[in-house]
C-alpha cells in the first residue's frame, strides 16, 4: 500500500467522504481493474447515502474480485435502502 492509498484510507476514517469519493475516482481511472479502489469508494458512497451508486461500485468490485467479499456488501447496501424507503408508521 502506497502513501497516496493510506491518506485516501485516512479520508474515509476521518469522515471527508467526498474527498475520498474524489481520490478513489481518480485512482479508478488510472487502475480501472481495481477492486480495492472501487469497493473503498463504495464504502464511501455509502456513508454518503448514495445507495445506488455504491451497489453499483460493490457490483463491480464482485465482478473484477468475486472472492473479496463485495457481494456482501451489495446485499447490506441493498438492505439499507430498502428500509430507508419503508414509511414509519
Same mark, same amino acid.
Not at 475516482?25 to 487502475?31: K, Q, R, S
Not at 469508494?41 to 447515502?49: I, Q
Not at 453499483?56 to 435502502?81: H, I, K, Y
Given at each position: 500500500? #502506497? *502513501?497516496?492509498? /493510506? =491518506? @485516501?484510507?485516512a479520508?474515509?476514517? %476521518? ?5 475520498? !469519493?474524489?481520490?478513489? $475516482?481518480?485512482? !479508478? %481511472?488510472?487502475?480501472?481493474d #481495481?477492486?480495492?479502489? !472501487? =469497493?473503498?469508494? =463504495? #464504502? ?7 445507495? /445506488?451508486?455504491? !451497489?453499483?461500485?460493490? *457490483?463491480?468490485?464482485?465482478?473484477? #474480485?468475486?472472492?473479496g =467479499?463485495?457481494?456482501?456488501?451489495? @446485499?447490506? $447496501?441493498?438492505?439499507?435502502?430498502? %428500509? ?6
Amino acid at each position: 500500500m #502506497n *502513501s497516496k492509498e /493510506r =491518506g @485516501t484510507i485516512a479520508l474515509l476514517l %476521518l469522515g471527508a467522504y467526498e474527498k475520498a !469519493i474524489a481520490d478513489y $475516482t481518480t485512482a !479508478i %481511472l488510472e487502475n480501472p481493474d #481495481n477492486a480495492e479502489y !472501487i =469497493g473503498r469508494r =463504495g #464504502n464511501a458512497k455509502v456513508k454518503l447515502a448514495d445507495y /445506488r451508486g455504491a !451497489i453499483t461500485d460493490f *457490483s463491480r468490485a464482485e465482478e473484477l #474480485n468475486p472472492q473479496g =467479499g463485495w457481494q456482501e456488501c451489495v @446485499t447490506a $447496501t441493498a438492505t439499507q435502502m430498502a %428500509l430507508r424507503e419503508i414509511p414509519n408508521d
